[in-house]
């Protein structure tokens, strides 16, 4: 272990990323009798893996108080699905099981599912982006039946397993207990957010759900909301890129300010969510523990931008808020001067294609030097072309309050490119008094050759480590 680069623990084995060898999984292997309280294994990120876990499973009763187990990007094959299978019955405490991004296990789930026995002990079970097929989607739904203790599923981008999402949803009432549910790019259509909805009514401990980048669901919330509503424990919903329509919107309208637990909420790139007629951004003021408003390329219209600074009002708790690539927002940033004052928790704000203009910059200025936004540590304007250079010495000039800023980045757009004119300096002279600045986005800005020597020897001159990303 010390000769991968690694400290020696007898409870957590961790491999992650270490090149290894078929040699030295087989030596692992004869670690395993001299372990007999490991818990945990990682061999994530190590492609030779693949074809050589049975070498490795077959000595894993040695170690029968394992409980994780993350085999991510290991190139797993047909072979190692049925040795680890063959496995489960030697590791009865197993509770996580992570098998992300192996490709091959695509159409040979059921080599491993088969082998699940009732009872079994498993929390989280992870299976991201491993090319899994209708057939797959059905071996998983039989399992549900034999790990009532599952808390965590991700099936995210595995475009192909939307097909047996009916059959899956219809096995979900045997896991009541679930808190993670993610179906994140999964190519769901509009039946299958019916059966899923259905099965929301057994899943009253859910926390989060995920059906982001499923763009055929569009149209189905209308006819597929209501269970949604009940889970009062929800925290986290994530719907962006979902195309929403005009009609889902009058139904998500009535249903999220229900969810009165919920901390985070995602409805980006859905056009609809800014030209809807119905209040759902106004109705915001219902849901007081939002920490995470993103709402990024919803084709915010002034009467809409308008909503949510009136709701955010009531969001004392926010801490991140994306507003990006909404063009309205650009010459209205005064009208969120009232929530940016009360959010004293803020800490992300997201501002890019905005369209803003120096106006925008002086308010945000203003608001640092009454003593607002001090908690602020990503701060992102990029692609706001329209900002003078007049704008950028007085956003640079009060740029040292933000005193906890990590990130910032200002970059142009890709599109075009502009000389760093007389900002320059006063940027320099802010960056000294920041003392956590460690990420400054300035792509497409054309510096002078002596404006790159300076940001060249800044770190050094000032003893800091900041990446220039020019």
């Not at 000769?3 to 670690?31: F, I, M, R, W, Y």
């Not at 047909?78 to 019955?89: H, K």
């Not at 590791?91 to 490709?103: F, R, Y």
Request: hydrophobic fraction near 40%.
């Amino acid at each position: 272990v010390q000769k991968l680069g690694k400290k020696p623990n007898s409870k957590n084995l961790d491999l992650n990323n270490c090149a290894l060898s078929a040699a030295d999984v087989t030596e692992l292997a004869c670690l395993l009798p001299f372990l007999p309280e490991l818990e945990e294994i990682n061999l994530s990120w190590n492609g030779c893996v693949g074809g050589t876990l049975k070498a490795l499973t077959v000595h894993l009763y040695h170690v029968n108080l394992l409980k994780v187990l993350r085999l991510n990007n290991c190139r797993l094959t047909a072979e190692d699905v049925t040795s680890l299978g063959e496995a489960f019955e030697i590791v009865p405490q197993l509770e996580e099981l992570d098998l992300s991004w192996n490709s091959n296990i695509g159409g040979k789930l059921s080599l491993l599912t088969k082998k699940l026995q009732k009872g079994c002990k498993i929390k989280l079970l992870k299976i991201t982006d491993c090319n899994l097929t209708a057939k797959d989607g059905e071996s998983l739904a039989e399992i549900l039946n034999v790990i009532p203790n599952l808390e965590v599923l991700d099936l995210s981008i595995n475009k192909h397993i939307g097909c047996s999402m009916k059959v899956i949803a219809q096995d979900l009432k045997n896991v009541p207990g679930l808190k993670e549910l993610n179906l994140h790019m999964c190519g769901l259509k509009q039946d299958s957010l019916q059966g899923l909805d259905t099965a929301l009514q057994h899943l009253a401990d859910l926390r989060k759900l995920d059906i982001s980048c499923n763009k055929e669901i569009g149209g189905g919330f209308k006819d597929s909301t209501a269970h949604l509503a009940s889970l009062k424990n929800l925290e986290v919903l994530d719907l962006h890129q979902c195309c929403v329509t005009e009609e889902d919107m009058t139904v998500l309208s009535q249903v999220i300010p229900l969810l009165s637990s919920l901390q985070e909420l995602n409805l980006s790139s859905n056009k609809n969510v800014g030209v809807s007629s119905d209040p759902l951004l106004g109705r915001l003021r219902f849901l007081p523990k939002l920490k995470s408003v993103t709402i990024s390329n919803c084709g915010l219209r002034e009467e809409s931008f308008s909503s949510l600074a009136e709701a955010a009002l009531h969001l004392p708790e926010l801490e991140i808020l994306d507003l990006s690539w909404n063009k309205c927002v650009g010459g209205n940033l005064k009208l969120l001067l009232g929530a940016l004052k009360l959010a004293t928790e803020i800490q992300v704000l997201r501002l890019s294609s905005c369209n803003l203009v120096a106006e925008d910059l002086a308010l945000l200025t203003l608001l640092t030097q009454d003593g607002h936004l001090a908690r602020l540590r990503k701060l992102d304007l990029s692609y706001n072309n329209n900002i003078s250079d007049e704008g950028w010495v007085i956003f640079c000039q009060g740029l040292a309050v933000f005193k906890e800023l990590s990130e910032l980045d200002v970059s142009l757009r890709p599109s075009s490119c502009r000389d760093c004119g007389m900002w320059f300096s006063e940027l320099l002279a802010a960056l000294t008094k920041l003392p956590v600045l460690a990420e400054l986005g300035m792509q497409r800005w054309v510096l002078s050759e002596s404006q790159r020597k300076r940001l060249e020897s800044f770190n050094q001159d000032n003893k800091r480590n900041i990446r220039f990303d020019c």
